[in-house]
């Protein structure tokens, strides 16, 4: 991943620091919860590098940064509920902890901050820009959330699970470059063309989530996808291949399903996919600005990191 050292890094840090920390005393509990475990900040990472190599206001880029971070940590909240998924990077996640009002209200009051952080950002018209982009995209993220909780998980077929994955995901990997290219003033086919770029990325990116919550589960648990029936690539390419018998008969014993997808070249086939989206984006590259083709590259070297783990252990 190309990385954003030093001062700039530091203040989308002490910016999130403080918008975590609020008077009320049940919300600041639940901040902190969620807090402690800040990730990797790829998207402040994103938005600090493209803002630099556009040659934008330091100021705009740490502040835009930070908010891709509070909105991408509200939409974690949400998911979770979304998903009933108990640990959030690598801790139990705040609903499972404090319970669904909790991480609905903590969510909601992220999103509220992530729009308030905007107006520090000192240009005006960088405020409105980003103002409507960060509407329009939250607005996407709920369209998303929405086709993904009330979809069967053994009903869609693979151009299906395309489409909810990159409605789902693809928002919040190009927000934070897009507000840099639309602060820059980039012509609009470079805003078409990234949007095509991200939205192969955020499917391989949801193709390797799939896989981390299938392969990366202790052996005597079901993964949360097959526990709960939700959509997931391996779950697609099992379903593409199979008899309406053997689909029956995995649904109702959901534990031998979750070994069967394990030690099956289906595993292979969903990695080989993501390289051929990675290739995709690759050959798409020239349509990028140059300044900015080094930052696509690095996304495409952590995917491909994060998939090549599980091709090595088969």
């Not at 005393?25 to 790829?42: A, P, Q, T």
């Not at 402040?44 to 556009?54: I, P, Q, V, Y």
């Not at 940590?73 to 979770?80: N, Q, R, Y």
């Not at 980039?186 to 193709?207: N, S, V």
Request: aromatic residues 8%; proline residues 2%.
């Amino acid at each position: 991943m190309l990385l954003i050292e030093g001062d700039s890094l530091e203040s989308v840090k002490k910016h999130l620091a403080k918008s975590f920390e609020v008077n009320e005393k049940n919300l600041s509990l639940w901040l902190n919860w969620h807090g402690k475990s800040e990730g990797k900040l790829i998207r402040s990472h994103l938005a600090l590098s493209t803002g630099k190599a556009l040659g934008l206001s330091k100021h705009t880029t740490i502040i835009w940064g930070v908010v891709c971070e509070l909105i991408h940590s509200a939409s974690l909240l949400h998911d979770d509920v979304c998903d009933s998924d108990e640990i959030r990077r690598g801790k139990i996640s705040v609903w499972k902890n404090f319970g669904i009002p909790a991480a609905i209200c903590t969510g909601d009051y992220l999103i509220a901050e992530s729009f308030r952080k905007i107006t520090e950002i000192e240009q005006g018209w960088h405020q409105n820009i980003l103002l409507g982009l960060l509407s329009s995209t939250v607005k996407e993220i709920v369209f998303g959330q929405s086709v993904d909780v009330n979809t069967n998980f053994l009903n869609i077929e693979w151009e299906d699970y395309k489409n909810i994955a990159i409605t789902k995901t693809s928002p919040l990997i190009c927000l934070p470059i897009l507000g840099m290219f639309k602060c820059a003033e980039l012509q609009e086919p470079y805003y078409l063309h990234l949007r095509k770029i991200t939205d192969e990325i955020g499917l391989a990116y949801q193709m390797v989530n799939d896989l981390e919550n299938i392969l990366l589960i202790q052996t005597n648990e079901i993964p949360t996808d097959i526990k709960f029936e939700r959509v997931n690539a391996l779950v697609v390419l099992f379903k593409e291949k199979s008899s309406e018998k053997e689909i029956n008969f995995f649904k109702k014993n959901k534990n031998e399903f979750k070994n069967f997808l394990i030690s099956s070249s289906i595993v292979e086939d969903l990695i080989n996919r993501i390289h051929c989206n990675i290739q995709s984006i690759n050959n798409s590259l020239y349509l990028m600005p140059i300044v900015i083709r080094p930052i696509i590259s690095s996304l495409c070297e952590e995917i491909e990191k994060r998939s090549h783990q599980f091709l090595y252990a088969k």
